[in-house]
């Protein structure tokens, strides 16, 4: 296994019952190998996977960005940007969620694990980091 890893969001269909209409995602962060950008499944099982991050379940798609997979997918993203930059730097980072305008400060805790945390505006996000 390699030792360096990066956070990415990936999508997959959800299978739903005839009686569910529309189309349906799994939106998911994952923490992956740094050579890849994607892996075959989200499941634990997924070669390259180091782990599932945050899974969000089955949401419907809509035809914009603001429906249930499209927002989770804008969230995780901000998550996953100050994941990786946190994790490059060594030291607390700040992403702006281009969906909602809200922020996400990621760190490194004591144990090695990383966090995240959400505020509504910048200056809290910059207190907070």
Same mark, same amino acid.
């Given at each position: ?8 969001v990936? =999508?997959? /269909?959800?299978?739903?019952?005839? $009686?569910? #209409? ?21 499941s ?6 180091? =782990? ?20 989770a ?6 998550? @996953? ?7 490059a /730097? ?6 702006? %969620?281009?969906? %909602?305008? $809200?922020?996400?400060?990621? &760190? &490194? /805790? ?5 966090? #995240?945390? #959400?505020? %509504?505006?910048? /200056?809290?996000?910059? @207190?907070?980091?």
């Amino acid at each position: 296994m390699s030792a360096t890893t990066k956070y990415i969001v990936q =999508c997959s /269909t959800a299978n739903m019952p005839n $009686s569910c #209409w529309g189309r349906y995602s799994n939106v998911a962060l994952l923490e992956v190998d740094a050579d890849r950008d994607s892996v075959s499944m989200i499941s634990e099982r997924a070669r390259g996977l180091h =782990c599932i991050v945050e899974y969000r379940g089955k949401l419907h798609e809509g035809k914009t960005e603001r429906c249930a997979a499209g927002r989770a997918r804008t969230e995780l993203a901000a998550v @996953a940007s100050a994941l990786n930059e946190a994790k490059a /730097t060594g030291k607390p980072a700040v992403a702006k %969620d281009e969906g %909602d305008g $809200s922020y996400v400060v990621a &760190r &490194r /805790t004591v144990d090695g694990t990383m966090t #995240w945390s #959400w505020f %509504d505006t910048e /200056t809290e996000a910059e @207190a907070a980091k």
